[in-house]
């Protein structure tokens, strides 16, 4: 049981570049969520989805777009990456309903923006 | 948006010593959970309460869930190295929109 795994572990793009994280979790959580962190600011919430083919937009989400095609993949997609994505990136997951407070999350992408 | 104060923000203790934490809402939550987070790694759900002034442990962990449903504390009893680590609070109103998180407190144990 891999839980929630996320890649690729470390990324370095430049300015403008795009690409997708990967966030996959075989418990068959309903709940996915993304979240970054930065220095002295703990977590905050980017995307989440409360099941395939639902998102919704957390705390911080300009730059960043999700997809929730099936239950167990939730990627995160950069467009045009900027120097201020520089971050670690951290997907979790979540039993639906009242349990989606108890998150479980996956190692992290550590995504520097030159 | 809401807001977690957590602190203190980092600790230098001797191995064996006891270590309490908390955090303080502007808001209400219906739930409080306790991560500690090592590094390069993510955060691993430590404690979760659910219920105002509930009381829980886990092993030599100890969490509260203030009775005003604003706060909470951890505290560590006879703390050992594997201790180190960043440790979060984290609350919820209990719907979808995930967890708000305090900024994290570092325990660093002194040999």
């Known amino acids: 049981n891999a839980g929630v795994t996320q890649t690729p572990k470390f990324q370095v793009l430049k300015t403008g570049q795009s690409m997708t994280l990967q966030c996959a979790q075989d418990?068959?959580?309903?709940?996915m969520s993304w979240y970054r962190q930065d220095p002295g600011m703990g977590l905050r919430l980017i995307h989440y989805?409360?099941?395939?083919?639902?998102?919704d937009q957390g705390e911080v989400p300009n730059g960043y777009n999700v997809s929730r095609s099936t239950t167990e993949d939730f990627p995160l997609r950069l467009l045009s990456a900027a120097p201020s994505q520089t971050s670690v990136y951290f997907c979790?997951?979540?039993?639906?309903?009242?349990?989606?407070?108890?998150?479980?999350f996956g190692p992290g992408t550590r995504l520097t923006v030159l | 948006g809401q807001q977690l104060n957590q602190s203190p923000q980092s600790m230098f203790i001797q191995e064996g010593e006891d270590v309490s934490m908390n955090c303080t809402s502007s808001?209400?939550?219906?739930?409080w959970l306790w991560y500690k987070q090592d590094p390069g790694e993510g955060p691993v759900l430590l404690i979760a309460l659910y219920k105002a002034g509930e009381l829980t442990s886990n092993g030599r962990l100890t969490a509260q869930f203030g009775i005003t449903r604003k706060d909470s504390f951890l505290n560590i009893s006879a703390s050992i190295p594997s201790d180190v680590g960043i440790y979060f609070c984290?609350?919820?109103?209990?719907?979808?929109?995930?967890?708000?998180f305090g900024k994290g407190t570092h325990l660093i144990i002194q040999p």
């Open positions: 984290a609350g919820s109103g209990g719907g979808a929109d995930g967890l708000t």
């Open positions: 808001s209400i939550f219906n739930t």
């Open positions: 979790a997951s979540a039993v639906a309903g009242g349990g989606t407070d108890t998150q479980y």
């Open positions: 989805s409360v099941g395939a083919g639902i998102t």
């Open positions: 418990m068959n959580h309903e709940y």
